[in-house]
C-alpha cells in the first residue's frame, strides 16, 4: 500500500505554474529562492504569452498558478469561474524599453527613440500585439509616438517578448522589449536600452491567480512568497514597480 501512495505524494509536492515571459528571469530566481527555503516542493514553471497561455488554461491546461502580462487575462478566467476566490492578485506593473545591441554603434541614452530611423536599424523586434501584452505596449507607443509609420517596415515579430528578446540579440539588432529582460546580463552585456515613458502607452499591470481546484498547501505557499520581502526584492532587482 505504500509503494501506491508514494507517487500520488510527489506530485501532491510538486507547483505548475504558467508564466508570462517577461518573468523568465525574475521568476527563475523567486523559484530558485522559494525551493530553497522549502526543499520538499518542487517549482515547475512554462513560460509563454499571456494570451497563448489563457487560452490553454481556458481549455484545460494542468497549471496551479498563472502569471499574467496583462489584467485582462485574469479577469477573464475569473469571469469563467477558473481562478480560486480571492487569490486575484497584482504583483507588479511592467516597463517596456527600446534595447540596442552595441555592434550597431547607437547609444539610445543619447540618440533617445529617433534611433529607430536610422539606416543601421534594419530590425526592430516586438512580441506578437495578438497576444503578447508587451507586444500591444510597444505597438501602442510607437503609435502614440508617431514612429509607427517610419519604422512599421522594420518591424518583426517575436512569439513573445522574451523570443522577440532573443531575436534582437542574435540579428544584433534592436528590440522594443521587457526593463525587466533587458537588465539580466545576458541582454544588458550585449547592448544598452532607452526607458519608454509610461504615459506612451497604457499601463502593464500584470495579475496572478491560484487556477479553480488547484488550492493546495504547497500552491498557497508559493503564491504568498511571490509577494513575500525575498519575492518583492527579486522582482525590484529587475526593474518592476511592486504594488
Do not use: C
Not at 10 to 18: G, L, P
Not at 144 to 166: D, T, Y
Not at 202 to 230: C, K, P, T
Not at 231 to 238: F, M, W
Amino acid at each position: 500500500m505504500l509503494i501506491l501512495l508514494l507517487p500520488f505524494f510527489a506530485s501532491a509536492q510538486e507547483v505548475r505554474i504558467a508564466s508570462a515571459s517577461d518573468l523568465r528571469f525574475a521568476l527563475d530566481r523567486i523559484v530558485q529562492s522559494f525551493e530553497a527555503e522549502n526543499p520538499g516542493i518542487d517549482v515547475a514553471t512554462t513560460y509563454g504569452s499571456s494570451g497563448n497561455l489563457y487560452s490553454e488554461i481556458s481549455h484545460g491546461a494542468p497549471f496551479d498558478i498563472f502569471f499574467s502580462a496583462s489584467a485582462a487575462y485574469t479577469g477573464e478566467l475569473e469571469a469563467l469561474g477558473l481562478v480560486e476566490p480571492g487569490t486575484r492578485s497584482l504583483y507588479a506593473s511592467g516597463h517596456i524599453v527600446i534595447w540596442v545591441h552595441d555592434r550597431l554603434g547607437l547609444d539610445p541614452r543619447s540618440l533617445g527613440p529617433e534611433l529607430l530611423r536610422r539606416s543601421e536599424v534594419t530590425r526592430v523586434v516586438v512580441a506578437n500585439p495578438q497576444h503578447a501584452p508587451y507586444g500591444r505596449a510597444a505597438i501602442e507607443y510607437l503609435r502614440e509616438s508617431g514612429l509607427h509609420q517610419a519604422v512599421g517596415h522594420k518591424l518583426v515579430f517575436g512569439e513573445n517578448v522574451s523570443q522577440a528578446s532573443q531575436i534582437a540579440l542574435q540579428s544584433g539588432q534592436v528590440g522594443i522589449i521587457a526593463l525587466s529582460l533587458a537588465r539580466h546580463p545576458r541582454l544588458s552585456q550585449a547592448g544598452s536600452y532607452f526607458p519608454i515613458p509610461t504615459h506612451q502607452h497604457a499601463a502593464i499591470d500584470q495579475e496572478y491567480v491560484i487556477l479553480e481546484g488547484r488550492d493546495r498547501r504547497e500552491v498557497r505557499e508559493f503564491h504568498a512568497f511571490v509577494q513575500s520581502e525575498s519575492g518583492r526584492s527579486i522582482l525590484a532587482d529587475y526593474g518592476f514597480t511592486l504594488p
